[in-house]
């Protein structure tokens, strides 16, 4: 463009001046970092270009002088605006001694140095209008009908080719802007996607109700090379409820009413609009908009929309008693679900904030939503009580279904117990090493043997769960619905392993896992209970060695200060003998009966201990003696209860 420069003609005598070449260094400097102005060179920078171009006419519109805008694709990727307003103005403008048209395309910010329409900032991501997209492309002309005249100027990469003259008469007023997107720019693609162009015309119709934009393609098509048109008219007098229409017919769920609520406020230059629509289905589908710009990252507008809808319902639901005074509030996603709305404000000092600039940042325009929400929807509801009663109903469900949701979500929790950082169960009573290879889970029946237990243990190495309650009978049938056994889950939570297809032994958090139970019925029990457990959901565990059963004294034999403990009836009756007369006897009925040093002594001191290592065999039997039990054959289990005729009195089957 340097070779150019001579075609910027100052007009009738005005002097090659400063401003002159401000204005050719703010072309370079658009052409140099074009991605300053227009966010990328790639697809989106390309139809961006579209976008700045038919804003111009938008913002025409907006001031109530044009209704139809033409937006044309050529063949060859050249794009033509048109619209109907009062054309971009001819006369000369006095700082630059320039035509005001001329201005507008070769001056970067340019655009709203006019006045004129109120919301000038809907000039897309950056606002920087006409100049940057005739900079951007390798020709541009600019046509304006006006005074009964047609003027033409053309440009090449943002420099004037020509002056502005006049090519004939016209008995319209307009302006149409023509322009080819430069190659050297957009290295990428030069070509346009209509489907791109066709949603984001759509949404500026949606929103600047009335306006009529036509979206025509005329390229070739590539396969067949005939002309194959097509067009759509893009016209809601509707504005944003049509909005919310169009996106409910993209929804496979129907509406829970006719009418879109629309509500809307002012004050002073600021207009606040929304339409809400609710419907059958479960997404929520808020889109916010600044001066016709998309703010995706929302901003003050969404956040107070999002609030007062909230409080709104609560309140209606409160005043009509559909909920009660007990009941919680609903919460934002239970009132947001199913819910289209579109908020649109206008404001003239709109701040946009965060990287993308697509978040707004004035506050006076959350209280002006605000204001409006809570009179116009209110009202609303009151006024339209079957509609009302439709909206809280669903919201209703929207909560029971979410607290129901939690609950299923807190039990997967449980669930997955090998998996991250679990919490522990409340009554573990954890060591203190976190040594997996010396570690050892004592689960110990009951709370009081529990309880001696955890005073007597080393803790550096030795974890107390006591499991308690009874087990076989009110559990019956139930050790197929390990997830909700509030017994069985401790202990999954506790070893760390997962069971079933996630279980995984090198997340075992102990090296051995002992059972410590009485050597009477419920002692047998919690064992068969617990070794059918492992065999069927952790086989591993018993395979590779890691399960134990604590062997705890029977009795106490005792001569003076001498004390020896029997683990059976022959044992004692050889200490009995051993000792000569005059010994003590004392059974122990049960652990939680033993003191806690005493425990420590007999039980659980690793150099004195005697444990039982459990064999698959082992498994296998507690296995089969639990089917016998739990099934449903009355026979067998008559059978195994009149063989284990010991136990038999205390059996409670
Ligand atoms: C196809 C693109 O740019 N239309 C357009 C632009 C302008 C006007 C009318 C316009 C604005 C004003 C007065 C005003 C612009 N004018 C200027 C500037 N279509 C398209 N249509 N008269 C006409 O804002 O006061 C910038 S844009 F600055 F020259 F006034």
Known sequence: MENNENNLQPQSGAEYDASSIQVLEGLEAVR??????????????????????????????????????????????????????RGIPVDIQKKMGLPAVTVVFTVLHAGGKFGGSGYKVSGGLHGVGSSVVNALSTYLEVEVDKDGKRYYQKFERGVPVEDLKVIGDTDRTGTIVTFKADPEIFTDTTSYDYDTLLTRLREQAFLNAGIKITLTD?????????IEE???????????????????????????????????GEKGDAIVEIAMLYNTGYDTNIISFANNIHTVDGGTHESAFKTSLTRVINNYARQFKMLKDNDANFKGDDVQEGLIAVISVKLTDAQFEGQTKAKLGNTYIG?????????????YLESNPSIAKAIVNKVMSASTAREKAQKARELERAKNSGIGRTRMP???????????????????????????????RDSNFQAILPLW???????????????????????????GTGIGDTFDITKLRY?????????????????????????????QLIETGHVYLAQPPLFEVRKGKIKKYAYDEAQRDAFIKELGGNTTVQ???????????????????????????????????????????????????????????????????
């Open 230 to 264: 097509r067009q759509d008219v893009l016209h809601y007098e509707g504005g944003i409820k049509s909005y919310c229409e169009f996106l409910l017919s993209k929804k496979r769920s129907e509406a829970l009413s006719d009418d879109v609520i629309y509500i809307r």
């Open 587 to 653: 059974r122990f009925k049960g652990l939680g009966e033993m003191k806690a040093e005493l425990l420590w002594e007999t039980t659980m001191d690793p150099d004195f201990r005697t444990m039982l290592k459990v064999t698959m065999d082992d498994a296998q039997k507690a296995d089969a003696v639990f089917s016998v039990l739990m099934g449903d054959e009355v026979e067998p289990r008559r059978k195994f209860i009149e063989d284990n005729a010991q136990y038999a009195e205390d059996l409670d089957i």
């Open 218 to 226: 005329q390229r070739k098509d590539a396969q067949s090379g005939s």
């Open 426 to 456: 409340d009554k573990l009573a954890d060591c203190i090493s976190r040594d997996n290879t010396r570690t050892e889970l004592y689960i110990v029946e009951g709370d009081s043997a529990g309880g001696s237990a955890k005073v007597g």
């Open 511 to 539: 090296d051995k896992v002992i059972i410590m139970a009485d050597a009477d019925v419920d002692g047998a029990h919690i064992r068969t209970l617990l070794l059918t457990f492992f065999f069927r959901y952790m086989p």
């Open 367 to 379: 209280t002006l939503v605000s204001g409006a929400m809570s009179k116009d929807l209110t009202d």
């Open 32 to 85: 140099k970092r074009p991605g300053m102005y227009i966010g990328s060179t790639g697809e989106r920078g390309l139809h961006h270009l579209v976008y700045e171009i038919v804003d111009n006419a938008i913002d025409e519109a907006l001031a109530g002088y044009c209704d139809h805008i033409e937006v044309d694709i050529l063949p060859g990727d050249i794009i033509r605006v048109r619209d109907n307003g």
């Open 469 to 495: 309650g009874k087990m076989l009978n009110v559990e019956k049938a139930r050790i197929d619905k390990v997830y909700g056994n509030e017994k069985l889950t401790p202990v999954v939570i506790a070893l």
